[in-house]
């Protein structure tokens, strides 16, 4: 039996790894990935390295072992149809008997059009009868924090958020709480929301932005059409830009908050602040 961890070689993935490698041998560890070389360092370290692409079904076969407990990390290919790549797991992970399958999903309360793929993939994983544990996590800090140097390039933080708040945590905190559900019992059959301690406005994190920095950076709201026509002038393609503006129509609404207290509960510790990754942001 196995603790396997698909998309490993992502950002999301590799905090999963490390913070399992810190709870279990190594050996009881498979990172699932599609570029061996990109993870050659847990390899070293007595990881399983499966290379294994969710367009290619037949790579699956034979990954899974009855008794594994798998974490799906949702796909970044959204042209590509997610449900039925994130089913390509599910089948397989169905086939092999594993105990357990747990998902990154997208918060309840998002009716943006980005949670499609993710109500779609959560339809299929309760369809199969598997095990399953759904992981809706609310959004990163990240987002934001490593997409500064337009902001600092023009002293402004732009989006078409309105006032809307958003409760958001670092990468760190929701790779804890899929550790503690990979690692403990009682799970089984689960449904988290998950989000950070405390919302934010965007007009919070521009203040926060100018306390750091030292310089006046200001909220620039603007509609969800201003909003794509200024990514998609910046070379996000039309689709996305679309996609990322209507996220922001529901942060207007109030979508991204989340306010279980499950993240923290899971990670058995407060999440991480956001001026903590906007501190960590502006040293690198
Ligand atoms: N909650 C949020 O705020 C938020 C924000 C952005 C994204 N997300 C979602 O959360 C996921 C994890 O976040 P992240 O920051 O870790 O994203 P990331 O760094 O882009 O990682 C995505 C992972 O998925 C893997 N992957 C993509 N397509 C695949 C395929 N066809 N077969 C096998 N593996 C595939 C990638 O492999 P390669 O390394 O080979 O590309 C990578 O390991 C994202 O993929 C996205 O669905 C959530």
């Known amino acids: 039996m196995s603790i396997v961890v698909t998309g490993a070689s992502g950002k999301l993935g590799r905090h999963v790894v490390e913070q399992l490698l810190e709870k279990v041998p190594a050996e009881q560890v498979t990172a699932v990935v599609r570029s061996p070389e990109k993870v050659a ?3 070293e370290r007595g990881v399983r390295v499966a290379v294994a692409d969710y367009n290619a079904p037949e790579t699956f076969d034979g990954l899974f072992a009855a008794g594994d407990r798998v974490l799906l990390v949702s796909g970044n290919e959204f ?12 089948d397989a992970a169905k086939a092999a008997g594993v105990a357990l399958l747990a998902y990154t999903s997208a918060p309840g309360s998002l009716t943006a059009a980005l949670a499609d793929d993710h109500r779609g993939t959560e339809q299929a994983l309760l369809d199969s009868g598997v095990p399953y544990v759904l992981l809706r996590n609310g959004w ?47 799970h089984e059959n689960a449904t988290y929301e998950l989000g950070g301690d405390e919302a934010w406005s965007f007009a919070e ?10 310089r006046e950076i200001a909220y620039h709201p603007v509609t969800p059409e201003a ?12 689709p996305v830009a679309a996609v990322l503006a ?21 990670a058995g510790r407060p999440t991480t602040p956001l001026s903590e990754a906007v501190a960590a942001a502006l040293k690198d």
């Open 79 to 90: 042209d590509k149809g997610r449900v039925r790549q994130h089913s390509v797991v599910i």
């Open 41 to 43: 360092g847990l390899a």
């Open 227 to 238: 909003l794509t026509d200024i990514l998609a002038g910046a070379g996000v393609p039309e």
């Open 205 to 214: 994190y521009a203040a926060e932005l100018s306390r750091q920095t030292g």
């Open 140 to 186: 990163y800090h990240e987002n934001y924090t490593e997409n500064l140097a337009p902001v600092l390039e023009h002293d402004a933080v732009v989006a078409a958020a309105g006032e809307g708040r958003v409760s958001s945590a670092s990468r760190a905190d929701y790779a804890a709480a899929a550790v503690t559900v990979l690692t403990g019992d009682g």
């Open 246 to 266: 209507g996220v922001d129509a529901a942060i207007a609404k109030g979508e991204l908050v989340v306010d279980s207290g499950d993240l923290s509960r899971l």
